[in-house]
């Protein structure tokens, strides 16, 4: 599953940029394996390839339960690629703003619910914003209220 800054630059369109690749993937094992047939080094915690300028880092092998909202893409070839829901990335995006102060997170939370807000799952975002982990429920409301309103 496609999770992290990749995720965000699909969901804002390429608003948000970033060259390396976060996958929550079960079968270390394997994708270790297909890596290297495609000539990545593994560096620390990244899986680099030099040609192509890219990285790639499996941080989890899960990062969902079983009611976390997936997106699923179809590829080229029969392919389909399964992204992380709007609605974790949003709340992974809110930690980070709250959390770490990080501004181009709050850019992005405040984004995605521009974009998304009517489609959102906001059942299931203020449950998550409100477990003792995120603790978040007030910034996504804040968010919330100044780009729907």
Known sequence: MLIGELALSYYTREVYFTSDIDLAYADREGLDAVLKSLDFVKKGRYWIQEELDMA?????DELVDEK????SVELDFGLRC??????????DR????????SQIDCEMAELLIAHYGKELDWTYLTRKAELSENDTLSELMTFKKKRLS
């Open 56 to 60: 790639v880092e499996v941080p989890t």
């Open 94 to 101: 809110l930690n980070a703003c709250k959390h770490w102060n």
């Open 82 to 91: 399964v992204i992380i829901g709007v609605e974790d990335l949003l709340i």
């Open 68 to 71: 976390s909202p997936l997106e």
